[in-house]
C-alpha cells in the first residue's frame, strides 16, 4: 500500500512562508504525488499535484525530491484563510490519505 | 465551488439497515471515487468506479458496494449497518484517475 508520512501539526505566522514536508518512501512510478486541504464540515479542495518535476500553480508550489521519496508543499504567503488541514496523497487507482498536518496561522 | 453534489446531506440509520447514498459528478468527469471519513481521522478510501467499472478498492467489507452510471454518476450502497459505519462519506470525481479530484461535501450518516 502507498503510504504518507507527515507531521501532524505546524505553526506558521501570518504572510510568512510555509514548507509542509510529506515522506512517501514506498511510492512506485506511477503514483502521482497530490496536495489537499481540508476545513472543518467540507470537502477536501485541491491544492497541487506532480509526478517528477517541481510544479508551481497560484495556490502553492510543490518541490519533488530527485529520488521521489519525499515532497514539500510551499505556500508562500499564509493567511488566515490557509489554516486547514493539508493532506499529501499518492494517487493511481487508489486514494490513500494520511493523518494529515493541521496547520494554525498566527495572525 | 465544484460541480459534484452529494444526497442527502444527513441521514440516520438503525443498526442492521441498509443505505444508498448518491454523486453526482462534474461535467466531464468519467472517475469517480468514494471516501469514509470518521470524526477526526483522514478519508478513508473505500472504492473508484472508472466508466461504469470498478478499478481500484480500499480494504472495506463487501457489504459497501457501488455503482457507476452511464452519465458517470455514481452510488454507494452499504447493507447490514454497523455503528462503526457512522461517519461523512465523500465523493469525489475527476477526469483520470491520477488527475486533481473535486470532491462533494459529503453525506454525513448516522447509525444508531
Known amino acids: 500500500d502507498a503510504k504518507t508520512t507527515q507531521p501532524n501539526s505546524m505553526e506558521s505566522n501570518e504572510e510568512e512562508p510555509v514548507h509542509l514536508p510529506c515522506n512517501h518512501s514506498?511510492?512506485?512510478?506511477?503514483?502521482?504525488i497530490h496536495w489537499y486541504r481540508q476545513l472543518p464540515s467540507q470537502g477536501p479542495e485541491y491544492v497541487i499535484h506532480?509526478?517528477?518535476s517541481n510544479v508551481n500553480n497560484r495556490m502553492a508550489s510543490l518541490a519533488i525530491a530527485e529520488d521521489r521519496k519525499s515532497s514539500t508543499l510551499i505556500l508562500h504567503r499564509a493567511t488566515l484563510r490557509d489554516a486547514a488541514v493539508y493532506y499529501c496523497?499518492?494517487?493511481?487507482?487508489?486514494?490513500?490519505f494520511g493523518t494529515g498536518t493541521s496547520l494554525t496561522v498566527i495572525p | 465551488e465544484t460541480g459534484v453534489t452529494q444526497s442527502p446531506t444527513h441521514l440516520i440509520k438503525t443498526r442492521g439497515q441498509q443505505v444508498t447514498l448518491r454523486c453526482s459528478s462534474q461535467?466531464?468527469?468519467?472517475?469517480v471515487s468514494w471516501y469514509q471519513q470518521a470524526l477526526g481521522q483522514g478519508p478513508q478510501f473505500i472504492f473508484q468506479?472508472?466508466?461504469?467499472?470498478?478499478?481500484g478498492r480500499g480494504n472495506f467489507p463487501p457489504r459497501f458496494s457501488g455503482l457507476q452510471f452511464p452519465n458517470y454518476s455514481s452510488e454507494l450502497n452499504v447493507n447490514a449497518l454497523e455503528l462503526d459505519d457512522s461517519a461523512l462519506y465523500l465523493c469525489?470525481?475527476?477526469?483520470?484517475?491520477?488527475?486533481?479530484?473535486?470532491f462533494g461535501q459529503g453525506t454525513r450518516l448516522t447509525v444508531v
Open positions: 469525489a470525481s475527476s477526469q483520470a484517475s491520477n488527475t486533481e479530484a473535486f
Open positions: 514506498t511510492i512506485s512510478g506511477t503514483d502521482y
Open positions: 506532480g509526478l517528477t
Open positions: 496523497i499518492l494517487r493511481g487507482n487508489q486514494f490513500y
Open positions: 461535467s466531464g468527469h468519467n472517475t
Open positions: 468506479y472508472y466508466r461504469e467499472e470498478e478499478n
